[in-house]
């Protein structure tokens, strides 16, 4: 990387962090080294260091752990070579009526060094320019679309299911990479759960388990851990074994 691509790709890092974090506190600076890995300077008493000064101080008791842990995952990755977004626009057009399909089309097509690009989303026969608003909606409506039954947990009887899963894969990788768009996910609600799910299955609503007898298991404060656990693991993997 020459020095001129270093400034961009430390540039595209300000920008992502502090869209993430906010902005770095008053005097602080962040700079890249020779071999392209960030740093921070203190103006003010002269020091640097690795760690970012918007992370919660050590010293602060009342942040969890796991806090400190995640917004240096988070940092550490947006921080990533493979992060950079590349010169140039990648243009796309699809209808609202066809929003899953022609999503398809046109990121499909797309090679990935096109989709590291910045993305210029246009609506078909809708005059609104893409600041960013529109590209926002398209992800936020496709964060819906993607949980339809047909593409995911009933998808076995979809032909070209794994291509969907490739797609949705592509969607999502999207979404962290541009780190400016809106995802929709399900909120869980620690309120009258059990240890079960009501499972649409083309409109009718089937109770699964998700430990023996869990629909009679009440999930309390001491549970709620191993009901994520068990939640996510049907979700990314149980509840789509049939396609594989």
């Keep these: 990387m020459t020095a001129s691509q270093g400034q961009v790709y430390l540039l595209q890092v300000q920008t992502q962090t502090r869209a993430t974090f906010g902005p770095l506190p008053s005097g602080w600076e962040m700079r890249i080294t020779n071999g392209n890995r960030i740093y921070f300077v203190a103006h003010a008493n002269e020091i640097t260091t690795w760690d970012d000064p918007r992370m919660p101080s050590a010293g602060d008791a009342n942040i969890p752990q796991y806090k400190r842990d995640f917004r240096k995952k988070v940092i550490y990755f947006l921080s990533q070579l493979s992060m950079r977004l ?65 593409y995911g947990p009933n ?77 996510c693991e049907w979700c990314i993997e149980k509840r789509v074994e049939k396609q594989f």
Excluded at 131 to 143: K, P, T
Excluded at 207 to 216: A, C, Q, S, V
């Design 86 to 150: 590349h010169p140039g626009n990648c243009h796309m057009t699809v209808r609202r009526s066809q929003l899953f399909e022609d999503a398809y089309s046109e990121i499909m097509r797309h090679p990935a060094n096109d989709l590291k690009k910045k993305l210029t989303i246009k609506f078909h026969g809708e005059d609104a320019l893409d600041y960013g608003g529109v590209g926002r909606e398209l992800f936020f409506l496709m964060s819906k679309e993607i949980f339809n039954p047909y």
């Design 155 to 231: 998808s076995a009887v979809n032909p070209e299911y794994l291509n969907d899963f490739k797609f949705i894969g592509h969607v999502i990788g999207l979404a962290f990479f541009i780190n400016d768009f809106w995802i929709h996910f399900s909120t869980l609600h620690f309120t009258n759960l059990t240890f079960s799910i009501d499972n649409d299955v083309f409109g009718t609503t089937v109770i699964l388990d998700l430990k023996p007898d869990g629909r009679d298991i009440q999930v309390t404060n001491e549970y709620k851990v191993e009901y994520v656990q068990l939640y």
